[in-house]
């Protein structure tokens, strides 16, 4: 039988003795986080971009450094895994999750790069954005309550794992990448961001797992998830006033 893992919070009752000061700096803790991290958005910093622009040939272990940099530092991407395993209490589960959000990406910024697909990074980096609006919403039992059911959350998230993986396509195609090595250098970077991927995760776990021997963990169920939605609404804002502007 199918488990709901969206609605599981609802099993144990939540506690309203959270004040609302309370709830208002963990607000601006998250927002804060958010706007310091912008100067550091997926790791690509000067030396990086100089790398990208001037390299030439095969550089296998360059490409992999930068790859998981990428993903440690990319905020948005961990903040849709968070909200993707946050109900997840098995191992099973959070493979079989990852898995396709991994195969969805993988996918995308392989194909995006190499058949030259051309997108708007501030409208992919919305719907990354509105992905992570989407998991908090799912993980509040929101579908549930407007539609009587949750959508395959499964495909959803193997779909979001695409646009994740065309916001890596477009940020790499504004490089240039010489033709010489791309393969290569592509191969590696995915490998990279894996590597990210895997070693941001393991720690997501493990503070997760941690955090759900205490009673706080179902308390702040709703808290958390509203502000993961919170967070996803700003990134959101950020990008499409970006675009407009543009």
């Known amino acids: 039988m199918k488990t709901d893992h969206s609605s599981l919070w609802h ?10 000061r309370r709830i208002v700096c963990y607000f601006a803790a998250a927002a804060l986080f958010l706007f ?23 550089n296998f272990i360059p490409f992999m450094y930068i790859g998981a940099k990428h993903m440690i530092t990319g905020y948005d991407h961990l903040l849709f895994l968070f909200g993707v395993i946050f109900f997840l209490f098995r191992t099973r589960d959070v493979l079989i999750y990852v898995s ?7 996918t995308t910024l392989l194909l995006g790069v190499l058949m030259e697909v051309q ?3 501030y409208l992919i980096d919305a719907i990354i954005a509105l992905s992570i609006v ?17 959508p395959n959350s499964k495909l959803v998230v193997f779909i979001f794992g695409l646009f994740h993986g065309f916001g890596l396509a477009t ?4 490089f240039q990448l010489p033709e010489d090595g791309l393969l290569t250098n592509l191969l590696a970077f995915n490998v990279g961001v894996e590597l990210g991927q895997f070693a941001a995760l393991a720690i997501i776990v493990i503070a997760i797992s941690a955090w759900r021997r205490h009673d ?11 502000l993961l939605m919170s967070a996803g609404f700003l990134l959101m804002a950020l990008q499409l006033t970006s675009y407009f502007q543009s």
């Open 36 to 58: 310091s991290s912008l100067t550091f958005a997926h790791g690509v910093d000067e030396q990086t971009r100089l790398f990208l622009q001037s390299n030439t040939g095969a």
């Open 134 to 150: 989407y998991k908090g919403f799912d993980n509040l039992g929101g579908f549930r309550r407007i539609l009587g059911h949750s």
């Open 216 to 226: 706080s963990f179902m308390r702040f169920a709703t808290v958390s998830n509203t």
């Open 11 to 20: 099993k144990k009752p939540i506690s309203n003795r959270y004040s609302m």
């Open 119 to 121: 997108l708007n990074a």
């Open 171 to 174: 940020k790499l195609q504004e």
């Open 100 to 106: 396709l959000f991994t195969l969805g990406h993988s």
